[in-house]
């Protein structure tokens, strides 16, 4: 009989610990309980003004749900209830070594696209990926839970211009396969 | 914040009755009702025991017939028969004025309106009130067959369905009297028919393969929520292109050289009657006998699976197409549901079978599908079932954007973004005293406004005048489980609000978001749009040449001079449109010429048969 407090942080919602780890089945298992709860097909026979209020609820419960599998999301939305102060998209990274790295993936992911066995290199461009994401991720918790928040907003970053090239690689791949 | 009524799963706060609630499957060539009876969802009726309802509408003189009597109606009166008025929902005058002479009834734009009505001897009529009254029949035959009060109805629409064309099916309920529970995705219907909630977890694959669109949506099920992860389709590909396919078999095998449209309706007639007996039989006769034509010929199953397996690749590829939105493997479906008619036809089962690893699912009536699960949907809402965990989760079907500086559509939110969801943006103002914005919603999946779909513009107004850059406008965009859109305003520092719902002014065609969709993908690789611009071109120069040889030779003879003054208009505007025009914009004055041009592209055939007749007849005497 109790609407969510709207006040809660996402994490508190899906009752999980504010952790950049996350066990995806109880997220999921989470937002179903609650959308089984507030989405507005269980209002169909409420009043107008609860109808509503229902569309906004389950909005919010989207939104929130949305924030936390996305791993970069999570990361920055980690630093926004900590506290941190996240400079916008525009702001550019001063990480000159980072910088060349980006450089010279966008370089490779291009290189696939002339490559006669181009899935190939996609493929080995992926792994390659993956595991820098996953390093960046160790190195953001790292930070983050050494309380160097200056630290992990940098990271988050990094984190987000690797997701950018592995969407792009994606585009790639589908088109190479014909997609 | 304590307003919602939540009861806990079983302990609802009234003592249950039971509501009468029906699905219902507003198709664009028939519609269907059902209900679930005793546990069971079971399609209702009409007196002739007779299920489908002919998705069409006759305008008799003082009376009004539906269904099978008024598709009876449509050769002898085309003008006063109103059918698949599905693709008209949510379109605007200027999309309609476009379609012009593709429809077979006459559209009127009243002035001042962006609704086109259907001008028939009874009044003009807009699509929302055609449907109502398809709508009503079906209550009506509900009412009767249940004989009880009818409390509510779910209705289905194509999961591509955008903001306009669901409003347009919402405002036909209304219209209807109806108290419309929800709007359900057609493959989500299918997916609740096969009973899949009751499930174990896993991913579903809905193939709908209808007479002439395809869809394919990809399901994520988990303990009773259904979500749509992704749909695709093609909306320009269907069992039509069979028949036609068949039909150019027919055509090469018997060496018809001069095709009339009565011969080109015979044939198609006899392709579609082999398709579907090659469903059961592994050949099919086919003959085509009349006066001036006798051939019989044997089509074999495996001629005519090579003859549509082209076709059926299409719909593999946008399949794979939609998975890889949905960020899966075709090896990742756990079940694959068949829907429409067409998936009858045994090779698309195999071929659909082979793509996913597994053999579809086809024991329901694919026709009756649909209607089945909207209606076990609406069996849920009603209420009816407290203990149900059943909860059928939507995703945004187009991008929804905003116009920023250039024309540019910045995205709001993405397609395949789980809804209902919002969005807020903030902006803030550019001179001195600005008490007002507007701004331009569009949807679509491109980078340009105009490559996207306007769906209003609107103002907010009433801002207290603050210095340029100070005020603060939050804007929120709130889309409903239905996918319908409203939109919030607020200036930040003065909390001062204005609340703006937007009224689509327009509607996409399914075409229209099948093409702006592939035209997102094809963006991506310039060189690809590029050629395709060319072969456009190409096109529209070749059909300027043979309309242009065609009036020289006997346009004078053949034509009075307001059908003569009406092709060259549609000439006229290819030719301006040449060098400038889009892809798109080139494919469809290439359509609107070609229809344009129809009747005289069949009058020049009856002409040529007559001289070939003529002359036989000469020789005949002369031997």
Redesign the interface.
């Known amino acids: 009989m109790q609407s969510p407090d709207l006040n809660q942080n996402y994490f508190e919602l899906f009752g999980l610990p504010a952790a950049f780890a996350l066990d995806r089945a109880r997220l999921l298992a989470a937002q179903q309980r609650l959308q089984s709860s507030y989405h507005p097909d269980r209002h169909v026979n409420d009043n107008d003004r609860d109808r509503r209020l229902s569309v906004q609820v389950a909005s919010w419960i989207n939104q929130a749900y949305e924030t936390l599998q996305d791993p970069v999301k999570r990361s920055r939305y980690l630093l926004e209830i900590s506290g941190a102060d996240i400079p916008d998209d525009s702001t550019t990274t001063a990480d000159t070594e980072f910088l060349m790295e980006q450089i010279e993936l966008r370089e490779a992911v291009e290189a696939c696209r002339e490559a006669t066995d181009g899935l190939e290199q996609c493929q080995q461009i992926e792994n390659r990926l993956t595991q820098r994401a996953g390093e960046l991720a160790d190195e953001f918790v790292d930070r983050f839970e050494a309380d160097d928040l200056a630290g992990a907003v940098v990271l988050s970053r990094k984190m987000q211009f690797i997701q950018r090239i592995q969407q792009q690689l994606d585009e790639l791949q589908f088109e190479l396969e014909g997609l | 914040?304590?307003?919602?009524?939540?009861?806990e799963?079983g302990q609802s706060t009234a003592p249950h009755q039971h509501r009468f609630a029906v699905g219902i499957d507003l198709g664009t060539t028939n519609s269907l009702a059902a209900t679930v009876r005793s546990g069971e969802a079971v399609c209702l009726a009409d007196e002739q025991g007779r299920k489908l309802l002919p998705s069409v509408v006759h305008f008799a003189a003082g009376d009004k017939l539906l269904g099978y009597e008024a598709l009876a109606m449509q050769a002898n009166d085309p003008l006063n028969t109103i059918a698949s008025i599905k693709r008209l929902m949510g379109r605007a005058s200027e999309d309609v004025s476009r379609l012009g002479n593709t429809l077979p009834y006459e559209t009127v734009i009243p002035a001042g309106s962006k609704v086109p009505r259907i001008r028939t001897r009874s009044g003009d009529f807009s699509a929302v009130e055609i449907s109502a009254e398809i709508l009503r029949v079906l209550a009506q035959r509900a009412a009767q067959s249940v004989g009880d009060e009818l409390d509510?109805v779910v209705i289905t629409v194509p999961a591509y369905f955008d903001d306009a064309q669901r409003q347009a099916t919402r405002d036909a309920a209304t219209l209807a009297g109806l108290k419309l529970?929800?709007l359900l995705n057609e493959p989500t219907a299918a997916a609740v028919a096969y009973g899949l909630d009751q499930n174990n977890d896993g991913t579903v694959a809905v193939y709908d393969l209808g007479g002439g669109t395809f869809d394919i949506s990809v399901l994520r099920l988990?303990?009773?929520?259904f979500e749509v992860l992704a749909t695709g389709g093609d909306s320009s590909l269907g069992g039509d292109d069979m028949d036609h396919a068949i039909g150019e078999w027919i055509i090469s095998a018997a060496g018809f050289v001069e095709i009339d449209a009565r011969l080109a309706r015979r044939i198609l007639i006899a392709a579609r009657k082999a398709k579907e007996s090659l469903t059961e039989a592994e050949s099919a006769e086919i003959s085509i006998a009349d006066r001036q034509h006798n051939w019989s010929g044997t089509l074999i199953r495996s001629n005519f699976e090579g003859l549509v397996k082209g076709l059926l690749t299409r719909t593999l590829?946008a399949c794979?197409?939609t998975l890889?939105d949905a960020g899966l493997k075709a090896t990742d479906i756990d079940e694959v549901i068949m829907v429409g008619g067409s998936t009858r036809v045994p090779l698309v089962q195999s071929m659909v079978g082979e793509l996913f690893a597994r053999k579809p699912m086809c024991d329901l009536d694919p026709d009756e599908v649909v209607a089945l699960g909207a209606a076990i949907q609406a069996d849920?809402?009603?209420?009816n079932k407290p203990d149900s965990?059943m909860?059928?989760?939507d995703v945004l079907p187009l991008s929804l954007g905003i116009e920023t500086m250039g024309g540019l559509s910045e995205k709001i939110i993405t397609r395949n973004?789980?809804?209902?969801?919002?969005r807020a943006q903030e902006f803030t103002t550019f001179k001195d005293g600005q008490t007002a914005m507007s701004i331009h919603v569009v949807q679509g999946e491109r980078e340009l406004v105009s490559d996207c779909r306007s769906l209003a513009r609107f103002e907010l107004r009433g801002f207290p005048p603050m210095t340029a850059g100070a005020a603060r406008i939050r804007v929120t965009y709130?889309?409903?489980?239905d996918g319908l859109m409203s939109v919030t305003a607020e200036e930040a520092t003065s909390g001062i609000a204005a609340e703006i719902v937007v009224k689509p002014s327009y509607g996409l065609t399914d075409g229209e978001i099948e093409s702006m969709l592939r035209a997102s993908m094809e963006h991506?690789?310039d060189d690809i749009e590029l050629r395709m611009h060319k072969e456009q071109q190409v096109e529209a120069s070749r059909v300027i040449e043979a309309i242009d040889a065609a009036l020289v030779n006997d346009g004078e003879q053949l034509l009075n001079p307001k059908e003569r003054k009406l092709i060259v208009e549609h000439r006229d505007a290819l030719a301006t449109a040449l060098e400038s025009a889009t892809t798109e914009e080139l494919k469809r004055l290439i359509r609107a010429v070609e229809q344009a041009s129809e009747f005289y592209v069949a009058r020049r055939m009856n002409q040529s048969v007559r001289q070939a007749l003529t002359g036989k007849q000469i020789d005949e005497v002369d031997v």
């Open positions: 914040m304590a307003l919602l009524q939540i009861s799963p509510g529970y929800r988990n303990k009773g929520v590829t794979r197409r890889r849920v809402l009603a209420g965990e909860l059928l989760l973004t789980a809804i209902p969801v919002s709130q889309v409903d489980a991506a690789r």
